[in-house]
């Protein structure tokens, strides 16, 4: 069974400074991890995802993240927070193969203060 | 116009009504998905669909049913609703080609009174 771990439900960031949200996920298999965003009122919009390509994956909005097999970690930064990068983040996990059956972390809420 | 809509997006019922929550899609995606989310918890699948003949029980499928009309409609009714099921609920769609990607609609806020 897959599961993933978000540390921080509530992250808090100055604009201008780095954001750093953090996931490590659980899986038998080398997985597919995706980062999704949640404005208030809306929908889930993907941000990034990785597929087994490149390690490094950039992002919508200035986002990227980072895959680490060794550490079992996916986790999402950018170099300088916005106002409107406040939001609800959720990685989430699949098993390549498995029918496109996402799991997801609890998320994280980030603030941006001035 | 979005490419996943959900209706309705607001509401408000009683213990032990049946409400029906839908779900339309225009990507021409094979695969549906209905999620509940829940402060706290994150997004938990609830039904998928990976064509019109297949229908399949997610992680907490209990209290609820599914119906998928046609390949771009995809319905969750709760049977007899209970407070517990008060939540937000999203549909999602996917194309079956091994990049996982699921795109949601706006969501259906629930309140089970």
């Known amino acids: 069974a897959q599961s993933v771990t978000q540390l921080g439900s509530h992250v808090s960031v100055s604009e201008g400074a780095l954001v750093l949200l953090r996931c490590n996920y659980s899986?038998?298999?080398?997985?597919?991890l995706f980062w999704y965003v949640q404005y208030p009122n809306q929908g889930l919009q993907l941000l990034l995802k990785y597929t087994s390509a490149a390690t490094l994956v950039k992002g919508i909005n200035g986002f990227e993240a980072e895959f680490k097999k060794s550490e079992t970690s996916f986790h999402l930064t950018k170099p300088s927070a916005h106002m409107s990068d406040a939001a609800e983040y959720f990685c989430a996990v699949s098993d390549p193969g498995g029918g496109n059956k996402l799991t997801f972390g609890t998320g994280t809420q980030l603030k941006v203060e001035l | 116009d979005a490419d996943v809509t959900q209706t309705p997006r607001n509401r408000i019922t009683k213990t032990g009504k049946r409400i029906m929550l839908e779900c339309s899609q225009t990507?021409?995606?094979?695969?549906m998905y209905w999620y509940r989310q829940d402060p706290g918890l994150g997004l938990r699948l609830i039904y998928y669909s990976f064509d019109v003949k297949d229908i399949n029980k997610g992680e907490i499928s209990d209290g609820y049913s599914v119906s998928r009309q046609a390949q771009a409609k995809f319905s969750l009714s709760l049977e007899s609703a209970i407070p517990n099921q008060t939540a937000l609920y999203f549909c999602a769609t996917s194309e079956a080609d091994g990049q996982e990607t699921q795109y949601f609609g706006p969501g259906t806020r629930l309140l089970v009174l």
């Open positions: 899986s038998s298999v080398p997985p597919y």
């Open positions: 990507k021409g995606h094979d695969r």
